[in-house]
T-cell receptor, first 113, second 115 residues
Framework: DQQVKQNSPSLSVQEGRISILNCDYT??????FLWYKKYPAEGPTFLIS?????DKNEDGRFTVFLNKSAKHLSLHIVPSQPGDSAVYFC????????????FGSGTRLLVRP | DTGVSQDPRHKITKRGQNVTFRCDPI?????LYWYRQTLGQGPEFLTY????????KSRLLSDRFSAERPKGSFSTLEIQRTEQGDSAMYLC?????????????FGPGTRLLVL
């Protein structure tokens, strides 16, 4: 049973527009959420995180929104750039599970010039 | 560069052979995690250490897998009698325990191919 789901395997957007990547989770014990970006043959690179006590966190072009009642989070990238093209993973963790990360299956983002 | 490093980056081995991977975490980080990633999936947790103590192992970690972190610094992951199903990317991450949540930083991974 997947506890973290990314239902869109791929997303294509025009350069300069907004990219919205979505993630749903089922375990209400999760209290910390992260987004990672991954290029082929490399390890995941940390992008941004959010604690369950917040509903929004912003860092430059990246904003993460958390809707606890819906068990949903999203990553907004604006404006999107061709260099953002990569696979994006949503991950969740819980202090009671020693913060081990539970990952979604990823969304491949393509930003078209 | 003071990030997480892993060695080797690639390993090709024959079924039945033993392999060992090394991970060097960010120096001030006290937690070290191992994950495995197969094609089309997100990374899956294998095990983690706090300092030198191995505190949790996933059921994915069969008896053929063993991990160590002597002296709480680098870690090794050994796979004995490799099987074709062990082919995957093995990722190491490190973090510093902090209140409110901790961020794990990943190394570049070791890609294992078992023939």
């Amino acid at each position: 049973d997947q506890q973290v789901k990314q239902n869109s395997p791929s997303l294509s957007v025009q350069e300069g527009r907004i990219s919205i990547l979505n993630c749903d989770y089922t375990n209400s014990m999760f209290d910390y959420f992260l987004w990672y970006k991954k290029y082929p043959a490399e390890g995941p690179t940390f992008l941004i995180s959010i604690s369950s006590i917040k509903d929004k966190n912003e860092d430059g072009r990246f904003t993460v929104f958390l809707n606890k009642s819906a068990k949903h989070l999203s990553l907004h990238i604006v404006p999107s750039q061709p260099g953002d093209s990569a696979v994006y993973f949503c991950a969740a963790s819980a202090v009671k599970s020693s913060y081990k990360l539970i990952f979604g299956s990823g969304t491949r983002l393509l930003v078209r010039p | 560069d003071t990030g997480v490093s892993q060695d080797p980056r690639h390993k090709i081995t024959k079924r039945g052979q033993n392999v060992t991977f090394r991970c060097d975490p960010i120096s001030e980080h006290n937690r070290l995690y191992w994950y495995r990633q197969t094609l089309g999936q997100g990374p899956e947790f294998l095990t983690y250490f706090q300092n030198e103590a191995q505190l949790e192992k996933s059921r994915l970690l069969s008896d053929r897998f063993s991990a160590e972190r002597p002296k709480g610094s680098f870690s090794t992951l050994e796979i004995q009698r490799t099987e074709q199903g062990d082919s995957a990317m093995y990722l190491c991450a490190s973090s510093l325990v902090a209140p409110g949540g901790e961020t794990q930083y990943f190394g570049p991974g070791t890609r294992l191919l078992v023939l």
